[in-house]
């Protein structure tokens, strides 16, 4: 007897297609996905490789598209105040190595805020004071140019619908 299922052995009602037609298989809860991004994952720190549990108070917030997947740039702050100090050392300026960190976490480098960064909050780096400040700096930023465009979208349609209404 050749190897195989015995004949009549496939149950069709387990079969994955009826009448061609994929069937529709409900969710289990067990492969749902966890409420909270943070839930039951664990991230680890580029530099260093220790684990977090979560993303929030371990590691800094980013806009940069190179870390859209996370939000977050994947270096922990303990690693961020080290390489400051680091960079310091071989650049010889605080200033200079804040640029150069801006730089390679793709952050938005702008004077003004590298000066306010300068009065450094109570437990927090100056590095990490930098990436806070051009966060919301660029947040506020490319809010207002979505709404310059907005406002120039809404003129040039009613402007296009004059023309329409003339004719």
């Given amino acids: 007897m050749p190897p195989g299922r015995p004949k009549g052995s496939i149950n069709t009602s387990k079969n994955k297609y009826i009448n061609g037609v994929e069937k529709h298989k409900p969710k289990s809860k ?3 996905p966890p409420k909270d ?3 039951s994952k664990i991230y680890y720190c580029t530099s260093c490789g220790k ?3 979560k993303l929030y108070g371990n590691f800094r917030a980013s806009q ?3 870390f859209k997947g996370w939000g977050y740039i994947p270096v922990c702050l303990k690693c961020l105040d080290y390489f400051e100090e680091q960079y310091t050392e071989r650049l010889g300026s605080n200033d200079e190595a804040i640029k ?3 730089l390679h976490f793709d952050l938005y480098l702008n004077d003004s805020i590298l000066n306010a960064s300068k009065k450094v909050n109570v437990g927090q780096s100056r590095i990490a004071q930098y990436i806070s400040s051009a966060n919301c700096y ?3 930023k490319m809010k207002e140019e ?3 465009n ?3 979208n809404e003129y040039a349609h009613k402007k296009e619908e004059n023309k329409r209404q003339k004719a």
């Fill in 138 to 140: 660029f947040s506020r």
């Fill in 30 to 32: 067990i492969n749902a």
């Fill in 100 to 102: 150069r960190l801006a």
């Fill in 146 to 148: 979505k709404e310059e």
């Fill in 150 to 152: 907005n406002e120039k």
């Fill in 64 to 66: 940069s598209p190179f």
């Fill in 37 to 39: 991004i943070n839930e």
């Fill in 51 to 53: 684990d977090f549990p």
